[in-house]
């Protein structure tokens, strides 16, 4: 029997919860990032970066920064041989 992976909520800028399955998580320069998908049959995935301070609540949000999502899907792509990222 598998686990269930692990899910997160995350609250869009519209107030809207979606929830995400955590495909991956790692941490470059210090910062935690995670590889999501939205849903199990959804193929599109999503890189978010944490941004919470010490002591708060966990927040993320989506790298959208074209240099920083390339080299975090590089290292994604490294941990997951069989994922390519795009």
Known sequence: MNEKEPTISFVT????TVLFT???ETRVGGVNYLLVVENETDEETY???????EGSDIVY???SDD????????V???LLEDVRIE
């Open 61 to 63: 949000e989506i790298v």
């Open 67 to 74: 240099k920083e999502l390339r080299i975090i899907a590089d």
């Open 76 to 78: 994604f792509e490294e």
């Open 47 to 53: 890189i978010l970066k944490e941004t919470s301070e």
């Open 13 to 16: 800028e519209d107030n809207e």
């Open 22 to 24: 955590v495909i991956s």
